[in-house]
């Protein structure tokens, strides 16, 4: 089995929700998917499927709807003024990817966001014996190299018992995942272009590269957006 990385936005049920809506008293997975679908029915999104049940994490691909994406990003920028936007000083938007690989799954974790692709692409380039830092929100990873293979350590949460997975993956499936991933996130970066031309009008590119890649280096693909 190849290795997967889904490019997966979060959409946090309280950032969506009306005020009045409570919060459940007790949690499954069927009541908690329910109470993620009544808070994005709250601010007009209707028909989002999870990446699996239960889970906040949405596919970049599955989102065409713009009028979404705009509400998503709105969300992002609720409570920040223009000039704060324009000087660039927030994260790219919650998410990350999704890593699959033979019977593992790994979800993005607490504080992660879509601008950690870049983590990814630097384990590829990994020729360090010794343990870095492979960033996906907290807990995070470790990984090294091991010639062809890379071999990534799963942590665990200051107090959890340390039970890390240890496994290792052929480097080559990862760069060719990464790079499927970054396809997707262009697509992606370039569907937004006309909500971010909305938000800032001269600096939208800049803004595009923010919100995708967590950095400024984003380039307009095509004169025709």
């Known amino acids: 089995m190849t290795i997967i990385l889904t490019p997966v936005l979060e959409l946090e049920p309280y950032t969506f929700k009306n005020p009045d809506r409570e919060y459940p008293l007790s949690y499954s997975t069927e009541i908690n998917e329910q109470f993620w679908r009544d808070c994005l029915i ?15 994490f949405v596919p970049l691909a599955n989102i065409h709807n713009l009028i979404y994406l705009k509400t998503i990003i709105n969300k992002k920028f609720e409570d920040n003024s223009r000039e704060s936007i324009a000087e660039m000083d ?12 033979r019977d593992i799954i790994i979800f ?9 692709i870049a983590e990814w692409e ?3 380039h990994c020729k360090n014996k010794e343990k870095e830092t492979l960033w996906i929100g907290h807990p ?8 062809d293979l890379i071999e990534i350590t799963q942590t665990a949460e200051s107090g959890e018992p340390p039970q890390p997975e240890i496994f290792d993956i052929p480097r080559k499936e990862l760069t060719i995942a990464v790079e499927q991933a970054k396809e997707e996130m262009t697509e992606f970066a370039l569907k937004i272009i006309p909500i971010a031309r909305e ?3 001269n600096n939208y590119n800049e803004l595009i590269a923010r919100l995708v890649w967590g950095n400024c280096n984003y380039q307009e693909k095509s004169d025709r957006h």
């Not at 709250?42 to 699996?52: A, K, M």
């Not at 974790?109 to 601008?115: E, I, K």
């Not at 995070?140 to 010639?147: D, G, I, Q």
């Open 140 to 147: 995070w990873l470790k990984y090294r190299s091991k010639e």
């Open 90 to 101: 927030f994260s790219s938007l919650s998410g990350g990817c999704v890593f699959e690989y």
């Open 122 to 124: 630097a384990a590829t």
């Open 108 to 116: 993005p974790n607490c504080c992660c966001d879509l601008g950690d």
């Open 42 to 56: 709250d601010s007009g999104i209707t028909d989002l499927e999870p990446y699996q049940p239960g889970s906040w």
């Open 199 to 201: 938000i800032l009008p």
